[in-house]
């Protein structure tokens, strides 16, 4: 069982600064382990703390889940859960190591996700946390279904007290109900290799909590491969064990599965770009953070190295950048805007004058006729190019049939 913090579940006087002690114990001084990004001070911490990022902030966050939560609460036990993991990567890797050293061919920890030597692919941290967030909410939507059902039924009547003390201490673990955090995949030439590593998880000090076996001839697959997931509780420290995601595959099968995954990304857009990103700079770093993560100016502390401004106005000059920010902030929403109406535009004209199909192209089988197929592109910008490179050749097509037409007519009439 998992040691949860005790503002988890608390029901005294909330604490914030004990908050804040228990993520910077598992997440660092700057809490870049339960962030996943580095950050600007404690000022910059508490902001983004109390702005709930990734579905759980004020506007963002469903409102009847909020029935039996505090979302900021759940956010920062997602946080803490994340910077624990993370922490404590190596030693899961470690524990799961230990356990199949015993096999026939003992494993080999991958130096990277091309290595061809290893059998022991492992990621280079636990799951990010906007993933994470993501999985949590679904999974208090499950909870939530259940509290309805079970729990406190939704309509007219008084709740019991004791049933909505359980529904909310439910939904405030739902973060800890998550499995997958921590991720491996073990790698094995036969079946028996496979069959070997899963009894010895089996046989381990925390045994297998969940399998989920695609092998079976039943099972229902997807798009992705055949494999077997076990989750393994692995302890290391404390806090209680910690969940490990240990797939097992055959070699064949994950080598193919990485080039097989390239359509499935070629057409959700995910190789669009053709540019390697430029490393940003830490001018770049400092403006980007500025203007994300911008503080009320007037906390802010004006520079005076410049003798000009020392006879300045600080009135004046905080009117100022703030008369500079709203004008900043309505040319990108006109910019955005236009681009808005420039695509509509872009995809009314193509609507209208889409090609229907060339009645040429049918194929004609008994009383029945069969159109053209039609090809289904993403929208991309190299897919509207080719779009309205295929709408030109059917228009000049067109244009060249109707003067054909258009000349025989003449002919016959003069005929």
Not at 259 to 275: I, N
Request: charged share 30%.
């Amino acid at each position: 069982h998992l040691a949860a913090p005790a503002w988890v579940h608390s029901t005294i006087e909330f604490d914030f600064a004990q908050v804040l002690k228990d993520l910077r114990h598992v997440g660092g001084k700057d809490f870049q382990k339960c962030l996943g990004e580095p950050t600007c001070g404690d000022a910059d911490v508490v902001y983004r703390m109390l702005e709930g990022r990734h579905g759980f902030g004020p506007d963002s966050f469903p409102a009847d889940l909020a029935t039996f939560c505090e979302p900021a609460v759940v956010f920062w036990y997602t946080a803490w859960l994340r910077g624990l993991c993370e922490g404590r990567h190596e030693a899961i890797v470690k524990g799961l190591m230990s356990s199949l050293q015993f096999m026939e061919v003992p494993p080999l920890r991958a130096e990277g996700p091309d290595d061809r030597k290893g059998t022991l692919f492992v990621p280079a941290g636990a799951m990010g946390l906007q993933e994470l967030c993501a999985k949590v909410l679904e999974e208090m939507r499950d909870v939530f279904v259940e509290i309805r059902e079970n729990l406190v039924p939704e309509g007219p009547g008084a709740a019991d007290p004791e049933n909505e003390a359980l529904a909310r201490q439910l939904m405030a673990s739902a973060p800890g109900f998550v499995m997958g955090l921590n991720q491996t995949t073990l790698i094995a030439e036969d079946p028996e290799g496979i069959s070997e590593a899963f009894q010895l998880l089996k046989c381990s000090p925390g045994g297998i909590v969940q399998v989920r076996n695609t092998f079976h001839k039943k099972a229902d697959v997807g798009d992705e491969c055949r494999r077997l997931k076990v989750w393994v509780p692995v302890k290391a420290d404390r806090y209680g064990p910690l969940l490990a995601e240990v797939t097992l595959m055959l070699v064949d099968d994950y080598w193919e599965e990485r080039w097989q995954q390239l359509p499935l990304a070629y057409f959700r857009g995910g190789l669009d770009r053709h540019v390697k990103p430029e490393r940003p700079t830490m001018d770049a770093l400092e403006k980007y953070i500025k203007v994300k993560y911008q503080l009320n100016p007037a906390l802010i502390p004006e520079s005076r190295s410049k003798a000009g401004d020392v006879d300045a106005d600080e009135e004046t000059q905080r009117k100022m950048r703030e008369l500079q920010e709203r004008k900043a902030r309505e040319a990108e929403r006109l910019a955005q805007e236009e681009a808005r109406k420039k695509r509509e535009e872009l995809e009314r004209k193509l609507k209208e004058a889409s090609a229907d199909f060339d009645p040429s192209q049918c194929v004609v089988v008994g009383n029945l006729t069969f159109r053209p197929p039609v090809e289904v592109l993403p929208k991309t910008k190299r897919c509207e190019a080719q779009e309205m490179k295929k709408l030109e050749e059917w228009n000049r097509l067109k244009a060249q049939k109707e003067a054909q037409k258009a000349e025989q007519e003449e002919g016959e009439e003069a005929g």
